[in-house]
C-alpha cells in the first residue's frame, strides 16, 4: 500500500483552478470522509517555530500556553473554514503575547509558503502591516503616522484578521482522495506534490482498485428481473449520478452504430462514463477518440483526451453495466 501523502487545499485550488465555491464544496466531502486535516499544517508549524519561545516566556508572564482551536461543536455536520479561521484569530492573537517578533514571523511565513503555491504573494500586505506593528511595539518604539497609524491602534487581533479569510487554504487532506474527488477537473496547473505524473498514477491505481471490486459487486447483484416485469423507472433516474446498481444498455443504442450515433443516443439517459465504458469495451472505439467525443472542451494533445477517458473510465469501474 502506497504511504498516505497530505497535500494543503491552497495548493489543491491553485491546481486544479477552483473557485472559492468549488474549494468549499471539496472540503465538505473531505469532511465527511474524515480526510480533512485542520490542524496539521497548524501543528507543525507550532512544533517548528513557536513553542521553544512561548514556552521559554511563560516563566516571566502570566500567559498560558495557548492551544490550537478545534472547530465549534455546532458546526459539526460541515466544516466553515471561516468561522475555524477566526478561531485561529484568536489563538494567534493569545501567541503572540508569548512569541517574539522573529519567530512569529518566521512560522507564520512558512506556513502561508507551505500552503500556497505562490505563497509570498498571499496576503503580503497585511502580513507586512502586522509585521511591522509586532516589530515596533517589541522594540517599543511609536508606530509611523502616516502609513499604518489606523492599524496598529485597531491591533493585533484586527491585523490577523487575514486569517480567517485564507483559512481554506492552509488545511491540510488526503492526496489520493482530493485526487478522486476531482477527477473530472483537468489538472491546469502542476504544483508540487501535484504533478501530472501523479495525478495519473493515482487515478490508474484507484481505477485498478475498483476494478477488483467489481466482481464482488456483480455476484452480489439480484438476478435482473425482465424487461416486461421491470416497474417504469422515472424519465430522469437513468441519468442521475451512478450507482452500484446494475445498469442495462439496450444493444439498439449501441450495436451496429457508429461512435457519434451511439453517444447521441446515449446522452439522454446514461451518464457519461457508462458511454465512455460502451464505446471503449463494446464498439471498440480507440481511447483517444472516445475522449474527443465526450471531452467538454478541445484540447491541445491526445494525452489530454485519453486522461479525460481514464477519470470517467475510474467512475465507470464502480458500475455493473450489462449488455441486453
Same mark, same amino acid.
Given at each position: ?165 485564507? /483559512?481554506?487554504?492552509?488545511?491540510? *487532506?488526503? &492526496? $489520493? %482522495?482530493?485526487? !478522486? ?73 449501441? /450495436?451496429?452504430?457508429?461512435?457519434? *450515433?451511439? &453517444? $447521441? %443516443?446515449?446522452? !439522454? ?56
Amino acid at each position: 500500500m502506497p504511504e498516505n501523502v497530505h497535500i494543503p487545499l491552497g495548493k489543491v485550488q491553485a491546481a486544479y483552478d477552483l473557485t472559492d465555491d468549488e474549494l468549499y464544496n471539496l472540503i465538505q466531502k473531505l469532511w465527511e470522509r474524515k480526510q480533512l486535516f485542520y490542524k496539521e499544517l497548524w501543528a507543525e508549524t507550532y512544533e517548528k517555530y513557536w513553542h521553544f519561545a512561548a514556552s521559554g516566556s511563560l516563566p516571566y508572564t502570566q500567559e498560558k500556553l495557548p492551544e490550537l482551536p478545534e472547530p465549534d461543536s455546532r458546526h459539526q455536520s460541515n466544516f466553515y473554514p471561516i468561522f475555524y479561521g477566526t478561531q485561529m484569530v484568536r489563538y494567534l492573537a493569545q501567541l503572540i503575547k508569548l512569541v517574539s517578533y522573529k519567530p512569529f514571523r518566521m512560522g507564520l511565513d512558512y506556513l502561508f509558503e507551505t500552503a500556497f503555491e505562490d505563497g509570498h504573494k498571499v496576503a503580503a500586505e497585511e502580513r507586512d502591516i502586522l509585521y511591522k506593528y509586532f516589530e515596533f511595539t517589541e522594540l517599543d518604539r511609536k508606530p509611523p503616522q502616516k502609513d499604518y497609524y489606523r492599524h496598529f491602534k485597531a491591533g493585533p487581533r484586527y491585523l490577523i484578521s487575514f486569517i480567517s479569510r485564507n /483559512m481554506a487554504g492552509t488545511l491540510m *487532506a488526503d &492526496r $489520493d %482522495a482530493v485526487i !478522486e474527488f476531482l477527477c473530472d477537473y483537468p489538472l491546469k496547473r502542476e504544483v508540487k506534490g501535484l504533478t501530472r505524473r501523479v495525478v495519473d498514477s493515482t487515478l490508474d491505481r484507484l481505477a485498478a482498485s475498483a476494478a477488483n471490486l467489481l466482481p464482488a459487486i456483480q455476484s452480489e447483484t439480484p438476478t435482473e428481473i425482465s424487461a416486461e416485469a421491470r416497474p417504469a423507472s422515472p424519465p430522469d433516474s437513468a441519468a442521475s449520478a451512478p450507482s452500484a446498481e446494475a445498469i442495462v444498455v439496450p444493444s439498439a443504442l449501441w /450495436m451496429g452504430k457508429s461512435p457519434v *450515433a451511439v &453517444r $447521441d %443516443a446515449m446522452k !439522454e439517459d446514461f451518464d457519461e462514463c457508462v458511454t465512455a465504458h460502451v464505446l471503449l469495451n463494446w464498439c471498440k472505439v480507440g481511447k483517444t477518440q472516445v475522449g474527443r467525443l465526450l471531452s467538454p472542451k478541445e484540447f491541445g494533445d491526445d494525452k489530454s483526451y485519453r486522461n479525460h477517458v481514464d477519470k470517467l473510465l475510474f467512475r465507470a469501474a464502480r458500475l455493473s453495466i450489462r449488455q441486453e
